[in-house]
């Protein structure tokens, strides 16, 4: 774990190894401290260089640790032996240093930095915040504000900023342990008061008070409920007022409030679901690591709308030749317009040079014939789409990947129209697609495990989190918004108000309410899809919007707006009014409450009191039923997969995990009992109905998350 060397005689090397990040695991942690005393009692031993294996210094404290028992030598005073110690230590920061790592670092004297090096304390994003007096030390040594900025957001630094905020002492482009080593040799005599960082005074500017506030402010905003953010606000506030001892007890009493919260434990889940979601398997038994991607160098995308725009960025952006397709001269100008702004901004925030001269447009889909892989963007509309891969199988090489960027359509019948239908998969794209991280890799019965690969690689190359998932309405995302927004209709007839509803998802944590997102997104782009379905229209026996579709009920007040053209932001009128078209300023409207007042009237609908409880249970727990019915028909290989969507795709607040971990912290027997109870006061409402396999897990005991595939795996083998 933590090996020892005596190097040029006189220096002793400490090399933490434990791949892939040196995590400070308890047995790291008991090397550490070994190998220090070992150093410290060697008198040829005149100074110490602490190192990483591999290139890597450090990830930090093993976070695998968190959900057991703690044992072994504990961080904070194996940190303070360090900074106590008799000769001086330098650390040597190749690759990252990060949280513990960055603290251990922190507790060295002298910290050497590789020019590619990255440090932060991203401690807050795990729900924590950097306990290992992490929030004591960096405010006195690089000042409260940056301290501030650091802790709050977790951001990793260069090296470069890291030595501008004075948190490294040098950085170089050689070897970086040769160079510790040397630094470690010219420094050995000289004496190591001034350099330990606990003894500093902490670098306050002369309006701390007011900076303070003003952070806390804007966490408070920003957080969304998470807690972590404000409590590293508090810790570091404690670095500026209190002395080093009293400031380590309250960063104490803060991680150990963090620690134990159920907020810490989804968002080290999520850190984990993150991952897992690379390691992707198909019900084929085709998987991540037996599936060889191709490699794509030229792309093309067809259709220049909004999402082609975005998509184009993202593939120039990451260094893809890009054939860029729009049939109508007009848009195609238009479309070449935004996407150079679009890229000379993005280039501009990042300070490298735009990627335009990656892109070429053209009017002819036969100007694709050569490229690797086709995204089509076209409108989403079935028969356009087929069209449009009738088209492209007969111009493209046969090797060519089509893959389409659709929100649920049926990629089944896309492939049928080519003639390698394996080669066909969905990516379906976030809007804006250049920004949002989630893809959803989308495999029809026909995909090839190669261009499942492809595909899901490509999504790395630009940035993307994808997750590989299978074919049906909605995929698994669009799926499972479908009975959460039904519920908030039927929470409308039933006597709520949209802003009531908007506040209780808010306060849950999500950046939108359901009704202020549809008012975002447009209320018309639904409305095609139920007209396309047969939904939104009268009932042809009485000319009325129906409330009951093929033996299920359907609230049609989407419709009724939409047929008011109120269509959300875009017209200035949705369920809110707007000041103006485009304005996104939400603000109650008299005209929808009378309009709510006069369809229960004529609906015989009475309103009751609709409490908070109700319509976070009825709204979330009908889309985590889909969820495990999505699980159940094998669409999404596990819970992670699920959450990793909402997570990414639907701003489901990371500190609940996702809607899956949150049902499993909910307890699922308390999920289940809630359904039954809905779904007996809402018979004719089926997403209510919980589904077998929540009822499977609930009858198994209720194992863990990390189980439940196990369990997904007997029902399906009984399906
Ligand atoms: C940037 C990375 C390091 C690398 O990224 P990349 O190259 O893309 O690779 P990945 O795929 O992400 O990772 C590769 C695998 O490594 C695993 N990994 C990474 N980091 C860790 C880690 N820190 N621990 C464990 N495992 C790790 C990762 O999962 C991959 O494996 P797999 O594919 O999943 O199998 C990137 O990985 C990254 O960003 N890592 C996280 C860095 C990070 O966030 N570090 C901070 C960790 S938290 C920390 O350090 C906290 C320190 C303070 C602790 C103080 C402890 C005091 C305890 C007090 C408790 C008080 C309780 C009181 C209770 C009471 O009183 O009762």
């Known amino acids: 774990m933590a090996q020892y060397t005596r190097v040029s005689g006189s220096v002793g090397l400490i090399t933490l190894q434990s791949p892939p990040v040196n995590a400070l695991s308890a047995a790291m942690r008991q090397g550490i401290v070994d190998m220090m005393q070992r150093a410290l009692s060697e008198p040829e031993v005149k100074s110490v260089v602490i190192c990483g294996q591999n290139g890597i210094f450090c990830g930090g404290a093993d976070i695998k640790e968190f959900g057991g028992q703690m044992s072994g030598p504990p961080l904070i005073p194996m940190i303070h032996a360090i900074e106590a110690a008799s000769k001086p230590v330098v650390a040597a920061i190749e690759g990252i240093a990060l949280g513990g790592g960055l603290e251990l670092a922190l507790g060295c004297h002298y910290r050497i930095a590789h020019s590619k090096a990255r440090v932060g304390l991203p401690e807050v994003t795990l729900g924590l915040l950097p306990g290992a007096g992490g929030s004591q030390r960096l405010p006195r040594l690089i000042g409260v504000p940056a301290a501030l900025d650091l802790i709050t957001t977790g951001r990793h630094v260069t090296a470069a900023e890291a030595l501008k905020f004075g948190l490294v ?96 434990r989804a968002l080290q889940y999520f850190f984990f679901a993150q991952r897992a979601v690379g ?76 990627a335009l001269d990656k892109i070429n447009y053209g009017r002819n889909i036969q100007s694709v014939a050569d490229v690797d892989l086709v995204i089509e963007a076209v409108f989403e509309d079935m028969a356009l789409k087929k069209k449009v891969f009738q088209q492209l199988s007969a111009v493209c090489k046969p090797s060519t990947f089509l893959c389409s960027n659709t929100s649920g359509l049926d990629i089944d019948q896309l492939a049928c129209q080519t003639r390698n239908p394996e080669l066909v998969v969905g990516m379906h794209f976030f809007a804006p697609a250049h920004v949002m991280k989630l893809l959803e890799v989308v495999y029809g019965p026909k995909s090839s495990p190669l261009a499942v690969a492809t595909a899901m690689q490509l999504g790395k190359k630009i940035g993307k989190v994808s997750v590989a998932v299978g074919n049906c309405r909605g995929f698994v995302g669009n799926r499972m918004l479908k009975p959460y927004l039904e519920q908030a209709l039927f929470l409308l007839e039933e006597g709520a108000t949209p802003e009531f509803v908007d506040q209780v998802l808010e306060e849950f944590g999500f950046a939108m309410g359901v009704f202020r997102m549809s008012d975002l997104s447009g209320l018309d782009v639904g409305w095609k899809v139920r007209m396309a379905d047969g939904l939104a229209m009268p009932d042809p026996t009485t000319g009325q919007p129906t409330r009951l579709r ?132 809402h018979p004719d409402v089926p997403s209510l109905q919980p589904c077998h396999l929540l009822r499977k897990l609930v009858a198994s005991g209720r194992p863990p998350i990390q189980k439940w595939r196990e369990v997904i795996k007997k029902v399906r083998s009984q399906l």
Not at 288 to 315: C, F, Q
């Open 169 to 264: 002492d040098q950085i170089t482009d050689h070897n970086t342990v040769n160079v510790a080593v040397k630094f470690a040799q010219r420094v050995a005599d000289q004496p190591l008061d001034a350099r330990r960082i606990s003894t500093y005074p902490c670098l306050c500017p002369s309006d701390v008070a007011v900076l303070f506030e003003e952070v806390m402010q804007r966490v408070r905003r920003t957080a969304r409920g998470a807690i972590a953010p404000i409590a590293c606000v508090q810790a570091v506030r404690a670095a500026a007022t209190l002395p080093y001892n009293q400031g380590m007890e309250r960063e104490r009493e803060l991680m150990a409030t963090l620690f134990t919260s159920g907020q810490a």
């Open 279 to 354: 390691r992707w398997s198909m019900p084929s038994g085709a998987r991540w690591d037996t599936s060889k991607p191709r490699p794509v160098h030229k792309a093309a995308v067809i259709g220049l709308g909004t999402m082609g725009r975005g998509i184009t960025v993202a593939l120039a952006q990451a260094g893809f030749s890009v054939v860029a397709v729009e049939t109508q001269e007009k848009q195609l100008m238009e479309a070449k317009q935004a996407i150079s702004g679009m890229l000379e901004r993005g280039a501009k925030r990042r300070g490298v040079a735009p």
């Open 550 to 681: 093929q033996g299920r009920r359907y609230s049609p007040l989407g419709d009724l707006l939409c047929e008011q053209g109120r269509f959300g932001q875009k017209t200035g009128r949705g369920w809110y009014q707007y000041d103006k078209p485009g304005s996104q300023v939400a603000k109650p409207d008299p005209w929808l409450h009378s309009f709510l007042d006069e369809y229960r009237a004529r609906h015989a609908l009475v309103a009751h009191r609709i409490d908070h409880q109700e319509v976070l249970e009825r709204c979330l727990y009908s889309m985590i039923n889909e969820g495990f019915r999505i699980l159940e028909d094998g669409i999404a290989a596990g819970p992670e997969d699920i959450d990793v969507i909402y997570v990414f795709g639907y701003s489901w607040p990371r500190h609940h995990g996702g809607p899956m971990f949150y049902a499993a912290t909910v307890g699922l027997n308390k999920v289940l009992e809630r359904l039954e109870h809905y779904y007996q006061a």
